[in-house]
C-alpha cells in the first residue's frame, strides 16, 4: 500500500456570483496515495478544476482542509504556497501554455530555472527530458513551429522535469485528435510509472478513463463515484 | 533566473521594443530641452557677467543706486589698494576686472570738420592693451572683430559694427567723443576706430564702444579711478558659491570701511553684489529653474503614463506568463522584483539609447546654434543672437535618471493588477486565455 500523499477533509468551495452564492464544491473527503494515476470525471462545472486549484494550492477551500504529505496547505502563507508548488507539483494544461518566446528546450528548463537551478547544472538532465518525450530534433523549434501532440509533449516534459511528487493535469487530451491523445496517455502512463509521480487528471474524455488505475466522478460538487480500475470501491 | 527572463525579453519585440522607444524619445528630448534651454539661459548669463555684471561686482553703493545716472563722481579711487584688497579677501583664482561705464555722443565730422553723423552711444573701458589682460578673451573679442585690430596706441576704440554703420565710418577714421567728465565737467576727445568688432548682440552692435582703461581715464579725469571691478570665478563654480564669497566679502567689507583708503569720499561704502543682485537675475535665474523643473516634471509624467499604459497592455498580453509562473511557484514579490528589473533594463537602454540621441542632437544645436538675430534686433536683450544649447552632465543626467525611473514606475504600477490577482483568478485567466 502506498503512502498516502494528499488528504482533502470535508472540502467545501463557495463562490460568490453576483448576489448569489455557488457551490462549486460539497463536502468532498478523499485520499490520494504516492504514485497515484487518477482521474476528476464529470460534466463541466461539476468542481474538476476546483478541485485540482485546491490540491495545486491555487486557491483556499471555504470549509475543510486539504493535507499534503500530512501538513495542511491552509496553514501556509502565500509564499509558502508558492514554494510548494515549486517545489511538489508539475501542471499541464489543456491549452498547453508553452512560453512562446522560448525554445523547447527552454520551456523544459524553466521549473528548474524557478527552483533556483542553474542551467549549466541542469543542461543534460533537461536535454535527457527531451529525448525521454522524443522531441530531440526539435529542441531548438519554438512552440509556434509544434504540432498540437509536440506542444502536449513539451508540457508533460516541463512539469517532470522538476521530479515533483505530484502532476496536475486540466484537460490535457482535450486540444488533441484521437492518436495524440492516445500518445500522450500512454506517454504520461509510462512516466508515471518510471518517474513514480501522482498524475490526477480532470477530463470527460473516455479515453482517459482507458488508461487511468482510479476515476473519482464528480457530480454538482459531490462525489458521486470513486472506483479503481479493477471495480473495486475505495472507502474515503 | 535574469538571464533567463531576459532572453525573453529581448526576443519578445512587443514587451521591448515599445518601452525602449518611449524611454529613449523621452530622454532624447529632455537631454535636447534642458540642454537648449541651459545654452540659452547660461549663454545669457555669461554675456552678461561678461560684459555688465561680473560673476561678482565691488560697486560703490551710491554709484549703483544711480546707476542709470553714470554719476562718475560716485566711481572708487585708489586701484591698487582696492585690487590688493579684493585679491586677499576674495576666494582663490577669482579673476578681478576693472571697468569703467560711460556714456557719451558720438559725433563723426566731414573735411571741413563740420558734423556729418552722430549719435548717443554707451561705452565700456577695461583694461584692452596690457599683455596679462584676459578681457580679450573673456570677451571673445578675437572671435568677434571683423575689421581692423585691437586698441594698441593711445585713444583707439572698438566699435560695434551696427554703429559703424550707422554713422557710416570706417576702421582708420576719427570720431569726437563728447561725455562728461569725473566732477561732471564737459569733456571731448578724439577717438581712432583701430576695429569694428561684431559682439553678436543686437543691442550692443548698435550702441556699443569699448576703449582701454587708460584711455578712459585720461579723457574722463579719472586717474585711478574705476567705477566697477568685476570679478570672475573658475568656471567650475556654482552660484551658491557666489553667493557664499559675495556674503563673506560683505562683512570683511564693513570692516575695510571703518579705516577706509585716505583718498575715499566720507560716503562711500562699496559693496559686492552677485550676478543674482544685478538686472533682477535671481528672479529670472529661480523662474528659469522652476519652468525647467516643471518642463522635465511633465517629460518624467507623461513617460510614465506612456510607460504604465505599456506595462499594462504588456500584462494583458502576458497574462498567461504570469499565470504560469505564479502556478509554478514564483512568489508574487519575485514576479514583480523581476519585472521591476525587466522595467530597470528597459530603461537602462532605452536611456542610453535616448542619451546618444539627445547629446547628439545638442552637440548638433551647440556647434551650429540658430539665429535669432532677427527676433532679438529690437529687443535690446543681452543675448547672443545665435541661441546655442549647451551639453552638460547636468542635463544628461536629468535626461537618464527620470528616463530609468519612469521605466521602472510604469512596469511597477502596471504590476500592481498582477499583484492584486489571486493565483486561481490568474490561473483561470490563463486557462481562458
Not at chain 1, 467545501?12 to 464544491?25: C, D, H, I, Q, W
Not at chain 1, 514554494?83 to 528548463?109: H, M
Not at chain 2, 573701458?125 to 596690457?130: E, H, I, Q, V
Request: proline share 3%.
Amino acid at each position: 500500500m502506498n503512502e498516502t500523499l494528499i488528504t482533502l477533509e470535508r472540502v467545501s468551495k463557495v463562490y460568490r456570483v453576483g448576489e448569489e452564492n455557488f457551490t462549486a464544491l460539497n463536502d468532498v473527503s478523499m485520499a490520494v496515495g504516492e504514485g497515484a494515476f487518477m482521474s476528476f470525471v464529470g460534466p463541466s462545472g461539476s468542481g474538476k478544476t476546483t478541485l485540482l486549484n485546491l490540491i495545486g494550492g491555487l486557491d483556499r477551500p471555504t470549509t475543510g482542509e486539504v493535507f499534503f504529505n500530512g501538513a495542511s496547505l491552509g496553514n501556509m502563507g502565500r509564499s509558502q504556497l508558492a514554494a510548494y508548488r515549486r517545489e511538489n507539483i508539475g501542471f499541464i494544461f489543456q491549452t498547453f501554455n508553452l512560453l512562446p518566446v522560448y525554445s523547447v528546450y527552454e520551456n523544459i528548463l524553466f521549473p528548474l530555472i524557478l527552483n533556483g537551478r542553474k542551467e549549466s547544472c541542469v543542461r543534460e538532465r533537461v536535454e535527457s527530458m527531451v529525448a525521454k518525450v522524443g522531441l530531440t530534433e526539435h529542441i531548438s523549434k519554438k512552440p509556434a513551429q509544434l504540432s498540437g501532440g509536440q506542444c502536449q509533449r513539451v508540457a508533460i516534459a516541463r512539469a517532470l522535469v522538476k521530479d515533483p511528487l505530484l502532476i496536475l493535469a486540466d484537460e490535457p487530451t482535450a486540444n488533441l485528435d484521437s492518436e495524440n491523445s492516445l500518445q500522450i496517455l500512454e506517454l504520461m502512463r509510462e512516466l508515471n510509472r518510471e518517474y513514480k509521480a501522482a498524475v490526477i487528471f480532470s477530463t470527460h474524455d473516455e479515453k482517459v478513463t482507458r488508461y487511468i488505475r482510479r476515476e473519482v466522478r464528480l457530480e454538482d460538487g459531490k462525489v458521486s463515484w470513486d472506483k479503481r480500475r479493477d471495480g473495486a470501491e475505495i472507502e474515503t | 533566473m535574469i538571464g533567463f527572463w531576459f532572453r525573453g525579453l529581448f526576443r519578445d519585440k512587443s514587451r521591448f521594443i515599445f518601452p525602449f522607444t518611449v524611454v529613449a524619445v523621452g530622454v532624447a528630448l529632455v537631454i535636447s530641452l534642458v540642454g537648449f534651454m541651459e545654452g540659452v539661459f547660461m549663454g545669457m548669463i555669461d554675456m552678461t557677467a561678461s560684459f555688465d555684471s561680473g560673476h561678482l561686482r565691488l560697486v560703490n553703493r551710491l554709484y549703483y543706486e544711480e546707476e542709470h545716472l553714470r554719476p562718475m563722481d560716485r566711481a572708487l579711487t585708489n586701484q591698487r589698494e582696492i585690487r590688493d584688497w579684493l585679491t586677499k579677501h576674495s576666494a582663490p583664482n577669482m579673476d578681478w576686472s576693472p571697468r569703467i561705464r560711460w556714456a557719451a555722443i558720438l559725433d563723426v565730422p566731414d573735411e571741413q570738420g563740420e558734423t556729418r553723423s552722430q549719435t548717443p552711444v554707451v561705452g565700456m573701458a577695461m583694461d584692452l592693451k596690457s599683455p596679462r589682460s584676459n578681457e580679450i578673451r573673456r570677451l571673445r573679442l578675437k572671435s568677434s572683430l571683423i575689421a581692423g585690430t585691437f586698441p594698441k596706441g593711445s585713444n583707439e576704440m572698438l566699435m560695434g559694427i551696427q554703429l559703424a554703420e550707422v554713422l557710416d565710418v570706417a576702421v582708420g577714421e576719427s570720431v569726437t567723443l563728447i561725455g562728461q567728465s569725473f566732477d561732471g565737467g564737459l569733456v571731448t576727445d578724439n577717438y581712432q576706430i583701430a576695429g569694428l568688432v561684431r559682439f553678436g548682440v543686437a543691442a550692443m552692435d548698435k550702441k556699443m564702444v569699448l576703449i582701454d582703461l587708460a584711455d578712459a581715464q585720461n579723457t574722463f579725469y579719472m586717474e585711478n579711478m574705476v567705477t566697477d571691478w568685476l570679478g570672475y570665478f573658475p568656471p567650475s563654480a556654482g552660484f551658491d558659491y557666489y553667493e557664499e564669497v559675495k556674503k563673506s566679502m560683505n562683512t570683511k567689507l564693513a570692516d575695510w570701511v571703518r579705516a577706509s583708503p585716505q583718498d575715499w569720499a566720507g560716503d562711500d561704502f562699496p559693496i559686492v553684489l552677485s550676478i543674482r543682485d544685478q538686472q533682477n537675475f535671481g528672479a529670472i535665474m529661480d523662474k528659469f529653474w522652476i519652468v525647467k523643473k516643471f518642463v522635465v516634471g511633465i517629460f518624467i509624467f507623461l513617460m510614465i503614463l506612456v510607460l504604465w499604459n505599456a506595462g499594462i497592455l504588456n500584462g494583458i498580453h502576458r497574462y498567461g506568463e504570469m499565470g504560469l509562473r505564479l502556478a509554478f511557484g514564483e512568489s508574487h514579490w519575485k514576479l514583480i522584483f523581476n519585472l521591476a528589473i525587466e522595467g530597470l533594463i528597459t530603461g537602462i537602454f532605452g536611456a542610453a539609447a535616448g542619451a546618444v540621441f539627445g547629446m547628439g542632437f545638442t552637440l548638433f544645436l551647440q556647434e551650429v546654434g540658430i539665429n535669432m538675430g532677427d527676433n532679438f534686433a529690437q529687443s535690446g536683450v543681452m543675448i547672443n543672437d545665435v541661441v546655442r544649447a549647451r551639453l552638460t552632465a547636468g542635463a544628461v543626467v536629468q535626461g537618464i535618471v527620470p528616463g530609468v525611473f519612469a521605466s521602472v514606475a510604469g512596469t511597477l504600477v502596471a504590476s500592481l493588477a498582477i499583484f492584486k490577482r489571486s493565483e486561481a483568478n490568474l490561473f483561470r485567466e490563463l486557462e481562458a486565455g
